[in-house]
């Protein structure tokens, strides 16, 4: 449509060529500093999602080490536990064994 316009006002009258080529040239500056600030919005937009990608990645890795912490936490616990049961578990054959030897001791013979 501008350029019916722009054509029409050149047929119509030529001295304004001038004016017609100012006119031009201030849309096409401001087509070229609208395509810019589209371009400029775009890349802070893509800062932004990067930024955001970062501080995502940065709280999974902080949950998997923390997730790994009280893993390793439960497993410490689990061999504590393991350890105080085998221990237990020894001085009860232990005892049995003290109980067995005065049993014979008393009575003079084998248990089998």
């Known amino acids: 449509m501008r350029g019916s316009w722009i054509a029409g006002m050149l047929k119509n009258d030529p001295v304004d060529l001038h004016?017609?080529?100012?006119?031009?040239?201030?849309?096409?500056?401001r087509e070229v500093e609208a395509e810019e600030?589209?371009?400029?919005?775009?890349?802070?937009a893509r800062d932004a999602a990067l930024?955001?990608?970062?501080?995502?990645?940065?709280?999974?890795?902080?949950?998997?080490d923390?997730?790994?912490?009280?893993?390793?936490q439960r497993l410490a616990r689990a061999r504590v536990e393991a350890?105080?049961?085998?221990?237990?578990a020894q001085i009860l054959v232990e005892q049995r064994l003290l109980e067995r030897e005065e049993f014979e001791r008393k009575f003079g013979q084998s248990i089998c």
């Open 19 to 29: 004016l017609v080529a100012q006119i031009t040239k201030e849309e096409h500056q």
């Open 37 to 44: 600030k589209v371009e400029l919005e775009l890349l802070n």
């Open 51 to 64: 930024e955001e990608h970062e501080r995502h990645q940065v709280a999974a890795r902080r949950l998997r």
């Open 66 to 72: 923390r997730e790994t912490m009280l893993q390793n």
């Open 83 to 88: 350890r105080a049961k085998a221990h237990e």
